[in-house]
């Protein structure tokens, strides 16, 4: 099973993701504290609608844009609080104007920040679901040589 990837973003690179919204999405006059939350949606699907092809492997986790859930969700106002790696990277993407990646951004505007860095997977070879006879039996040989 793989490890869940959600992280909760901290108050200031989410004041510094509001800032770019801010500075570049349309606010509508909707009430309520949340009321930002629609429209922010609808600035960051417009980005990635303008970037399609930049970025494949968002492309296709995102083809039909954000949802309204994963914005509330990575700025802590559903739970489960977090937003995934994916997410993370493309609000990173958004604030920077396409120039950071989630660990770029925190490695040159957030330094104090840097246990939130997403490490490298070390192991990329897929399991097998299926052994031979033979190395089962070359398996269990090595087991108990060890030994």
Not at 50 to 62: H, M, Q, S, V, W
Not at 97 to 119: A, E, M, R, V
């Amino acid at each position: 099973m793989k490890k869940a990837t959600s992280v909760i973003i901290p108050d200031d690179i989410r004041r510094y993701i509001l800032n770019a919204f801010n500075k570049k999405g349309k606010r509508s006059n909707r009430p309520g504290s949340y009321g930002y939350i629609y429209d922010l949606t609808k600035s960051i699907t417009n980005f990635m609608d303008d970037k399609r092809g930049c970025y494949p492997e968002l492309d296709a986790i995102f083809a039909h844009g954000v949802s309204e859930c994963m914005v509330k969700r990575a700025f802590n106002l559903k739970t489960p609080h977090g937003a995934t790696k994916d997410m993370r990277n493309v609000l990173a993407l958004y604030a920077s104007n396409s120039k950071l990646d989630w660990n770029q951004l925190i490695k040159k505007q957030f330094p104090s920040h840097n246990s939130l860095i997403d490490k490298l997977e070390e192991c990329t070879e897929p399991h097998r679901q299926k052994h031979t006879i033979d190395e089962l039996y070359d398996l269990v040989y090595q087991y108990l040589t060890k030994r």
